[in-house]
């Protein structure tokens, strides 16, 4: 069974400043995803990740792959409010064809001036 | 354009009544899928269609939990016999083809009183 470790669950920073979020999996998936979700709405599209190596950057946010470590970083630059959201990161059930995807439960980020 | 949208927004019913959920998913989207997001949760995958087949059923909390699609169009959640534990919000997601990532709707918050 797929399992999607978040850490931190929650994170309380300050402007300006720069930390990571952590997601690990626990089995082999050739996709991650990242989301963000505001409160009360639906989720926004980060990032999808496909393979080994993998970096993306959108802003402030950057997030990476690795496979062999069955991990994925999603990096918060320079923090600013708007920022303020819970991310999620998601990996798919199996190794291939559209299917479903597993959650992590989150983490609740809060981004103080 | 036009993103996957989900109707009704909001549904408040009794235990013991039947409930049903929709989804419009975006236009040339083969694929759709179902997830449940309980209060301060990540999402829980519950169906998965490609076209109008459904491959992967396997999140159904359920027998009282069915789903069907029409074509590559709308489809419908259906929730039997209603508990207080099906409350939660139904998020409902399409996707072009399986590397893209999931476009989610904003979701119907569903309350059994």
């Known amino acids: 069974e797929l399992k999607v470790e978040q850490n931190p669950l929650f994170l309380s920073m300050q402007e300006g400043k720069n930390y990571t979020i952590y997601c690990n999996y626990s089995?082999?998936?050739?996709?991650l995803y990242w989301y963000r979700q505001d409160p009360g709405k639906s989720l926004e599209s980060l990032f999808v990740?496909?393979?080994?190596?993998a970096v993306k950057q959108e802003g402030r946010l950057m997030a990476s792959l690795d496979t062999k470590a069955r991990l994925s970083t999603l990096h918060i630059t320079a923090a600013v409010h708007d920022l303020s959201a819970t991310y999620f990161c998601a990996v798919s059930n199996s190794g291939g064809g559209a299917d479903g995807l597993t959650f992590g439960k989150g983490t609740h980020l809060i981004i103080q001036p | 354009g036009a993103g996957v949208s989900q109707s009704p927004s909001n549904k408040v019913t009794e235990k013991g009544k039947d409930v049903e959920l929709r989804c419009d998913p975006i236009?040339?989207?083969?694929?759709l899928y179902w997830y449940r997001q309980r209060l301060g949760q990540g999402l829980e995958f519950l169906i998965y269609f490609q076209g109008n087949s459904a491959p992967d059923k396997s999140g159904l909390p359920s027998d009282r939990f069915s789903a069907e699609r029409t074509g590559e169009s709308v489809s419908t959640l259906t929730i039997q016999r209603t508990q207080q534990e099906d409350s939660a919000v139904y998020l409902c997601?399409?996707?072009?083809?399986?590397?893209?990532?999931?476009?989610f709707g904003p979701g119907t918050r569903l309350t059994v009183l």
């Open positions: 236009s040339g989207h083969t694929a």
């Open positions: 990740l496909l393979s080994n190596g």
């Open positions: 997601a399409s996707s072009f083809d399986r590397v893209n990532e999931q476009f």
């Open positions: 089995t082999t998936s050739d996709r």
